[in-house]
């Protein structure tokens, strides 16, 4: 959806006649992008991208026949495997994708997203699913409704999300776009850098910092995103920036060490004022345990583990969860 920003702007400015297009509900496709949305003018021209592109011929035909007036549609799109495999989809599926005319979306909307905030937009529809409202729910707002209170649950998880709220006067459509995780990484060295590129493959944002002050400035410029990473052994650079972050309740704490490190480290803290309670919201020794012995692969599962940490997940396997896998 962010990669959006600047076309929607354009087609707007330039007064043309266009449509967001995105999931209401959808089954199958194998792993997909949770924000994937598409922007179709009435001439068939697309920007962005929704089932790789599978639908969007449809879509556009869709597009061009809404009455004008009408502020919604709703369409049913199906693609059999074969199909979905030709155009690089795991598998087939089927969604109901929202049209709703460009004009009707919120300019802040497109302004939030350019500034990488955290937001939600919440967009009812009536019960005939062709009239469409939409408003803005940022990551700060205290939440008021159902739907509010969904987008904040969706934003917490710092991971792109949509869910549909039925009730009796219609459907809600809770789309959340939280700002990118912001990793930061307190040393250097190897590891440093093999988790900032993870990190960025991810899509998150990842910086490395050479002091405690630097890294409580960064921490504070970022609270709500900021996952911190501690790879040094220094309780002068350690217990400041790990007791900044506790206090600032950011997302995510970690730190590297062994257990004789992380027991001194935990002493120090306590000392520095620290509570109890607070410090086992440190995950240390940092990681998930995937068997990882390289820095490459322990990169791996210091990732992994705050993934899991901001979608509260603990990383058990798949087959042993319950559930529909792609919750």
């Known amino acids: 959806m962010r990669e959006l920003v600047e076309t929607a702007r354009r087609w707007i400015s330039e007064g043309r006649s266009a449509f967001l297009a995105r999931p209401v509900t959808e089954q199958g496709f194998g792993p997909r992008d949770p ?91 009536n019960e005939a699913a062709d009239r469409a409202e939409s408003t803005v729910v940022r990551a700060v707002d205290a939440p008021a409704t159902d739907a509010e209170r969904r987008a904040a649950e969706l934003l917490a998880t710092r991971r792109a999300g949509r869910d549909a709220l039925y009730g009796e006067a219609g459907l809600l459509l809770v789309e959340a776009f939280p700002s990118a995780p912001h990793v930061v990484i307190c040393g250097g060295g190897e590891l440093a850098k093999l988790i900032a590129r993870q990190a960025r493959l991810l899509e998150w944002e990842a910086v490395e910092v050479a002091d405690a002050a630097e890294g409580e400035k960064v921490l504070a410029a970022h609270r709500d995103a900021a996952c911190l990473v501690v790879l ?96």
């Open 35 to 125: 924000s994937g949305a598409l922007l179709i003018d009435t001439r068939g021209e697309c920007a962005g991208s929704l089932y790789r592109g599978v639908f969007d011929a449809e879509l556009a035909a869709e597009a061009a026949a809404v009455p004008a007036g009408v502020t919604a549609r709703v369409c049913e799109v199906s693609v059999r495997r074969g199909e979905a495999e030709e155009a690089g989809l795991t598998c087939g599926g089927g969604a109901e994708v929202l049209l709703q005319p460009l004009a009707g979306v919120p300019a802040e909307w497109w302004d939030l997203l350019a500034d990488g905030a955290g937001v939600a937009l919440v967009t009812r529809l």
């Open 232 to 327: 040094t052994h220094d309780d002068t650079f350690d217990v400041p920036v790990l007791r900044h972050a506790l206090a600032e309740r950011i997302p995510y704490v970690g730190a590297l060490g062994s257990r004789r490190t992380q027991a001194r480290r935990t002493e120090a803290l306590l000392a520095a004022g620290v509570a109890e309670a607070d410090l086992a919201r440190v995950h240390g020794p940092i990681g998930l345990d995937l068997g990882a012995r390289t820095p490459a692969e322990t990169a791996l599962a210091v990732c992994a583990e705050i993934l899991g940490v901001l979608g509260g997940r603990g990383g058990g396997a798949m087959r042993d969860m319950k559930g529909p896998i792609s919750s």
